[in-house]
């Protein structure tokens, strides 16, 4: 399966083979056999990106876009994430915590949306909750 990041900011730098070995470990885990792009991208465009596509004209922490097979040939690519590299910088500092454990956060749930997890629910947030903390404990973060 492949994994694509594209990183289009330069507030932080990204640990590209970590966030691939905790996103496969993720998708394996989960029986999905299909590959996943993720972007990296500042505050401007994600808010840009929430706007066009969600109709939110404000930032936010990430956004998840499944694909399923809309795709064409080829393997599947079950979705995008885009993640705020921007808002993991400010809210790491906020929070006290390394900015590199703030942006797996954010992708881990951006892929946990994308594996059909859901938040919007006390219940349903707290086993997205778990999920996180397992995918990102086994992923060292």
């Known amino acids: 399966m ?51 596509y969600l109709d939110r004209d404000e930032t936010t922490d990430v956004l998840a876009f499944p694909l399923g097979d809309e795709t064409g040939p080829g393997e599947p690519l079950l979705g995008e994430i885009v993640v705020s590299v921007e808002t993991a910088v400010r809210e790491a500092a906020a929070r006290g915590l390394p900015v590199g454990s703030e942006i797996a956060l954010y992708t881990i749930h951006g892929l946990l949306h994308l594996l059909g997890y859901d938040d919007r629910e006390p219940d349903d947030a707290a086993r997205m909750r778990e999920a996180e903390r397992e995918a990102l404990e086994a992923a060292g973060w």
Request: net charge negative; proline share 2%; hydrophobic share 45%.
């Open 2 to 52: 492949a994994i694509d990041i594209a990183n289009q900011q330069s507030l932080s730098p990204i640990d590209e083979d970590g966030m691939r070995a905790a996103c496969t470990r993720l998708l394996r885990a989960h029986g999905a056999e299909a590959g996943l792009s993720i972007c990296y991208v500042d505050d401007a465009a994600i808010r840009q990106l929430n706007a066009q």
